[in-house]
């Protein structure tokens, strides 16, 4: 089986906001928000270089002084990093909350502050800004705050100037930019919305089965998206591999990778990988063309994952948590081949083992003991694998998600 290196940190706050800065740099936010309880409101920037022998470690560290709500979200482009931080209640109530900040990050991983805006103007302190995308060119940002109906503020990271508007009747569970930053693709629990302006939505679906609930969907590059589902009322997740076909959306892939999970927490994807983190802690690693599940690691944290986050070149894999750590794995290189060998090798066993039972009638307690081990070699259920295949029955058939 192959094994996975792991290294975990406490940063010493409740962790919401992850991203690489380059491939040995991880820059992580949160806090203990407005009450403090001498939990500081911070960004900071941790090594990962597997190659030092020294473990996971912060490097450097801003904190956000005075009274503040902890930051909820970050990202980053270049040197530009944006999070979201409220202000404190009582300037929310007044009409002051610059709850988008913009920072700047050195080449020696020095955190600077540069500017701050209010997009969003509001005057309760419950609202908050739920997520914050930049284009890889940070050309634009699409900032999402919890305010039902929704709205999408496309800015420029530059001067955090609003350059576009894009209304949302329903609660956005996710927003993520296409790397030709010409689209700007966003979820609600049952539609998948792909838009270039305000005026109208290139493309719309929203008659996804009544037991889905669309959870989080990254760009993998133009035309390609992975969207994550929680299965209501029953445990299960899914991923689907949507492609962009002659001005359709067209439903390549989708697969239940995990039948135990309940909810999926955190979605990123590599150029060959898509992990994703569950509420039981779990975090799913498994290849981007097929979803086939190459590894699942239980209780990666002991409190609930926030963020998962690849490395720009797919050898790490970071995750975050409210239980105040940061956990880094090494992905390894044979990672896919490892899981096919392993498949094959379990595949000859159980093929001569029925052969071996039509000719000699092995009793149950035989196969019972048999399970055990496929369930120590998987981590999991051994006929999970197969009842995922077989579910994939009664999935929806192909559907061409025409423009409106």
């Known amino acids: 089986m192959v094994k996975i290196e792991s290294k975990t940190h406490d940063v010493g706050f409740p962790v919401y906001g992850a991203k690489f800065f380059d491939d040995k740099t991880l820059v992580v936010t949160g806090g203990g928000g407005e009450g403090n309880n001498g939990i500081p409101n911070k960004i900071t920037v941790l090594n990962v270089d597997y190659a030092d022998s020294v473990q996971l470690e912060s490097k450097k560290s801003f904190e956000i002084e005075g009274k503040n709500d902890s930051p909820t979200c970050l990202d980053i482009s270049g040197n530009t990093v944006l999070i979201g931080c409220n202000e404190n209640s009582t300037n929310i109530k007044n009409g002051q909350n610059k709850h988008l900040r913009k920072f700047k990050l050195t080449d020696e991983k020095e955190i600077t502050f540069d500017s701050s ?6 005057k309760d302190p419950n609202d908050y800004q739920k997520f914050v995308t930049i284009s890889k060119d940070g050309s634009i940002a699409a900032v999402v705050s919890s305010k039902v109906p929704s709205t999408i503020k496309v800015i420029d990271p530059k001067t955090l100037k609003v350059l576009d508007v894009i209304d ?18 966003y979820i609600t ?4 919305v792909v838009v270039e302006n305000s005026e109208k ?9 009544p037991t889905y609930c669309l959870t989080k969907v990254k760009f993998t590059k133009d035309g390609d998206l992975i969207v994550a589902v929680n299965l209501r ?35 990123d ?5 898509v992990a994703v983190s569950g509420n039981d802690s779990s975090i799913i690693i498994a290849g981007l063309e097929h979803f086939d599940v190459y590894k699942t690691l239980k209780q990666v944290h002991t409190f609930a994952i926030t963020k998962v986050v690849f490395s720009p070149n797919g050898k790490y894999l970071a995750s975050t948590s409210v239980a105040n750590t940061v956990n880094v794995i090494k992905i390894p290189e044979d990672i896919a081949k490892s899981y096919f060998w392993l498949k094959f090798h379990i595949f000859v066993v159980l093929f001569a083992l029925f052969a071996y039972y039509l000719v000699n009638a092995i009793p149950q307690e035989k196969f019972d003991e048999f399970d055990k081990l496929i369930h120590y070699l998987f ?8 009842k995922n295949l077989s579910s994939q029955r009664h999935l929806p058939k192909q559907k061409l998600l025409r423009k409106q």
């Open 269 to 273: 994807v590599s150029d060959n990988l």
């Open 201 to 209: 939505p290139i493309l719309k679906y929203d008659r996804f089965a």
């Open 168 to 185: 949302e009747k329903d609660e956005i569970n996710d927003v993520h930019i296409s790397p030709n930053s010409k689209q700007i693709a």
């Open 189 to 192: 629990d049952s539609s998948l």
């Open 379 to 386: 981590d999991e259920n051994p006929y999970d694998y197969y």
């Open 233 to 267: 009322n029953k445990l299960g997740v899914l991923l689907a591999h949507v492609i962009f076909e002659d001005d359709a959306l067209r439903v390549k892939k989708a697969r239940v990778v995990n039948s135990k999970t309940q909810k999926i927490t955190a979605l």
């Open 117 to 122: 805006a209010d997009i969003e103007e509001t």
